[in-house]
């Protein structure tokens, strides 16, 4: 898929690879929908790259269904789809200290909301003819090889969300809608922290080639450094 000129919307893009990922797409001729929590900073980046800003709250239903209608209004045709917001309790979780609150707030921010958010924009991305919907992962949330002790909330939300991309996937092939999950690599970022070896620029490239995946390309597969891994 060539991107000029295609509405893209890009969830998160207040910091980070969001943003990163906003600013890519936009390099690459594309119409950016630029969703951050608050009006202000989706603002902020929309006007650096003369794109449309989409502001909510994604750990509310309200919220999601607001980003939704807001997205449909301005652009009933969605080529691309990428679910990059999430949040992680810092510091890393001991299982023992897991809090029922914090780990419903994750699950709500990190695998409702792209679940819903993507069924409440289905129209968009039909409408667009061969749509493209990519889930920002993580490796934390990869089962092959077991798991650490530690970050028990993240890690779920992301074992689930790898899940739902490919159930996800299954159901909208014969729409011509594929859909995948990636892993960015460990970041620089508030989440990723200062030790990571990758700035969020480099972290982008799959997001991009995910998105302009032909349409006999792969659907249902999970990500990194365009290369598919195991689940």
Request: overall charge negative.
């Amino acid at each position: 898929m060539d991107l000029h000129g295609k509405n893209v919307l890009v969830t998160g893009t207040s910091r980070g690879i969001g943003r990163a990922i906003a600013r890519a797409f936009a390099a690459a001729g594309a119409r950016v929908l630029c969703h951050a929590r608050t009006e202000a900073a989706a603002s902020e980046i929309a006007r650096e790259l003369d794109g449309v800003p989409i502001s909510g709250d994604l750990e509310s239903s309200d919220g999601v269904a607001s980003v939704a209608a807001q997205v449909e209004r301005v652009a009933p045709q969605l080529h691309v789809l990428v679910h990059n917001a999430a949040i992680s309790p810092r510091p890393r979780e001991r299982f023992e200290d897991v809090e029922l609150a914090v780990f419903r707030a994750v699950m709500r921010v990190n695998v409702e909301a792209p679940i819903f958010l993507t069924q409440a924009l289905l129209p968009a991305l039909r409408a667009a003819g061969g749509a493209r919907v990519v889930f920002v992962s993580s490796e934390a949330g990869q089962l092959s090889g077991g798991m650490p002790p530690d970050s028990l909330s993240y890690r779920v939300s992301k074992t689930a969300l790898n899940g739902a991309s490919a159930v996800i996937a299954a159901s909208l092939r014969e729409d011509r809608i594929l859909v995948n999950a990636m892993h960015p690599g460990w970041v620089k970022t508030d989440m990723g922290g200062p030790e990571a070896p990758l700035s969020p620029d480099e972290s982008v490239d799959t997001a991009l080639y995910l998105a302009t995946l032909p349409d006999d390309g792969p659907s249902g597969r999970f990500f990194f450094e365009r290369r598919e891994l195991a689940w």
